[in-house]
């Protein structure tokens, strides 16, 4: 699927690899929900997320948190409270360590919450993002606190782009799994 141009296009993306998110967590065998997540031994495996996140619940959460991100600093842009989309004091070289702060803050979330919590957000999301035109999301210079970037492109990234990653990383645990 190329990356969404359209509100239509972007409500479409989140919703369809939400779907295949879901699917893909619900085919998971019950080996892959037990057993951590560890890709140390994979050399490609380099990126920071491969040793930070440890199980589903973790993916979740992370997918969850970047949707409050998302939605905190549209709503607090539009009441006309000038925020960065990530809060201080992280900016885009450090925002790894911001997603560790993430994992650490819900290590005591059960699953089941997590999947409740990401549900919800999801739906915020959608919610959020039919308020909004073709243009306010997807021409440039619209709001001044997108900066370069159209707002549309943040959600893409929230959503769409960010569960496919999660699918991913899934598949990538069931296949490392299922050759022990």
Known sequence: MARPTTKKD???AAT???EKLWQAIDSLPEKALSLEFDFSEDTKKK???WKRDKNL????IHLYEWHQLLLNWVESNKKGIKASFLPEPYNW???GEMNVKFWEKHQGTQLENAKE?????HKSVLEMIQLFSDDELFS?????WTGTTTLGSYCVSATSSHYDWAIKKLKAHVKKISKE
């Open 16 to 18: 369809i690899n939400f």
């Open 57 to 60: 619940r973790d993916v979740l």
């Open 47 to 49: 990126e920071a997320h």
């Open 10 to 12: 972007l409500l479409e």
């Open 140 to 144: 440039k210079n619209v709001f001044d």
């Open 117 to 121: 919590m990401l549900q919800k957000s």
């Open 93 to 95: 070289k450090t925002y």
